[in-house]
């Protein structure tokens, strides 16, 4: 579908499939097109809504920091639903995307039937952490600013949390993956870590046991330390399940795109069944 204008800043969204309506949100270097594996699979029985976060891939780059607030985030998603013709929809979200969904849920449950949050956190709640990691990233920002994407991509394809990923992946994949990263703006990654950035954002733990809706936490069981958050988030949200997907690290949904996919889709069929 055509780039959709929400108050003055344009989102591309890839739309495909029929039924229920599925948001797929992705993470931070990311575009839609992580999501096509999925969408193949979900696409005859629900309507994929794939979108290009703010400062990424082909949506809008604006320089004023204030669009890349998460709360403006949130309210911008949100209508965004709405213009597509959708009161209501199951979001689905990695990393950056999963934080994003699961402020969606908490400031806007008007737009959330169910939630599906894979290698996602609620935000540090020490404010001494927080303000560590914001100044991690205003730090990793400017350098993006004044190194380029070609010093950035190397820089962020070489941290260990990518280890899994170059033992998985095959070449093309890695190479696709590397393409993606390079294929950014440096004013919208930048303006990302400084506006969603973990520590930029709103902690929501303490809103967690009122977060009703039907919500599936995934991670890959090589990701020690997302998988201990999702036991801890599960620990407070009244209706939540989690699974473990073996052999997997931070993207579980790449490197193992099958295991990952049917559980999406089983979830999905449960929930929106209902």
Known sequence: MPHLAVDGLAFNVDRYGVGPPVVLLHGFTGSRTTWQALVRDIDREFTTLSVDLVGHALSGSPRELERYRMRRAVDDLAALLRAIGFERAAWVGYSLGGRVALQVAVHRPDVVSALVLEGATPGLADATERAERVRADEALADRIESEGLDWFVEHWGSLAMWDTQRMRLSGPMQAALRQ???????????????????????????????????????????????????????????????????????????????????????????????
């Open 180 to 274: 993606q990263r390079l294929a950014q703006r440096t004013v919208g990654l930048a303006n990302s870590l400084r506006g969603m950035g973990t520590g930029a954002q709103e902690p929501v733990d303490d809103r967690l046991p009122g977060l009703r809706v039907p919500t599936l936490l995934i991670t890959g069981a090589l990701d020690l330390k997302f998988t201990e958050i999702a036991r801890e988030m599960a620990r407070s949200l009244p209706n939540a399940t989690i699974s473990q997907i073996e052999d997997a690290g931070h993207a579980a949904h790449l490197e193992r795109p099958a295991e990952f996919n049917a559980i999406v889709l089983d979830f999905l069929r449960r929930v929106c069944a209902a």
